[in-house]
């Protein structure tokens, strides 16, 4: 088995309701997502996964020096961010991108694969 980091992908800046144009499509896609964590979780794929607060929430720390620096925001200045993820432990990677397509129908949003080195 092998790891597999399935990151979604999402505008920076979130509407009323996060990613989604109105508040059914929002909850149509929750329900969707809680089904497809369920159907990870039976199938025994699941590791974890959650959501990420707005990114504007993240604090970036740079402990290379003598103290380490605080900075508020996100490390990138970009126009898409990781808004949730899910980690798989899957047999190869054609299940893991099978899985993906699966979570990107769910949730409405664009997923990328990458696998882990190594799982400590």
């Given amino acids: 088995m092998a790891h597999y980091l399935l ?3 999402g505008p920076a800046e979130r509407g009323e309701f996060g990613d989604y144009g109105s508040r059914e499509a929002m909850e149509e896609a929750f329900a969707a997502t809680g089904a497809f964590n369920e159907e990870l979780k039976t199938s025994g794929y699941w590791v974890f996964a959650g959501g990420l607060e707005p990114a504007a929430t993240a ?3 740079d402990g290379r ?3 380490p620096v605080l900075s508020d925001g996100p490390y990138l200045e970009t126009k898409e961010l990781i808004g949730g993820f899910w980690v798989v432990d899957v047999p190869d990677l054609d299940v893991a991108l099978s899985l993906a397509a699966a979570g990107s129908k769910a949730c409405r949003g664009v997923v990328e694969v990458r696998p882990f080195e190594g799982v400590a």
Wanted: glycine share 12%; net charge negative.
């Fill in 7 to 9: 990151s979604v992908h």
């Fill in 59 to 61: 604090t970036v720390v």
């Fill in 65 to 67: 020096g003598e103290a």
